[in-house]
Nanobody
Framework: QVQLVESGGGLVQAGGSLRLSCAAS????????MGWFRQAPGKEREFVAG????????YYVDSVKGRFTISRDNAKNTVYLQMNSLKPEDTAVYYC????????????????????WGQGTQVTVSS
């Protein structure tokens, strides 16, 4: 069993930055691909960024490319999402998730592929 806890959300003005963290306990994350998803009110949960368990492969939804960076520190059992140049449309609850990876390059944009989820952290970007 893996427990995931997100932190770092908050209220920021457009153009600002936030860094989200996802700390894991229970098991090491070194065999898990990790993903960040977000869900805005009235919308479906969407993939934002993913990283393979080796950290070599990173993947982003087009709307955040060049602004967001996902990274991981397996020694600290933590995954991060650096969010720069934030826009009001980035407002959502952000969730991290872990997916047991069959290979070092594995990742998925499908939320159903993820085995464990955090409780979410609210990000609000004001215009």
């Amino acid at each position: 069993q893996v427990q995931l806890v997100e932190s770092g959300g908050g209220l920021v003005q457009a153009g600002g930055s936030l860094r989200l963290s996802c700390a894991a306990s229970g098991r090491t994350l070194s065999s898990y691909a990790m993903g960040w998803f977000r869900q805005a009110p009235g919308k479906e949960r969407e993939f934002v960024a993913g990283i393979s368990w080796t950290g070599v492969g990173t993947y982003y939804v087009d709307s955040v490319k060049g602004r967001f960076t996902i990274s991981r520190d397996n020694a600290k059992n933590t995954v991060y999402l650096q969010m720069n140049s934030l826009k009001p449309e980035d407002t959502a609850v952000y969730y991290c998730a872990a997916s047991l990876a069959p290979s070092g390059s594995y990742y998925s944009t499908n939320p159903r592929a993820y085995d464990y989820w955090g409780q979410g952290t609210q990000v609000t970007v004001s215009s």
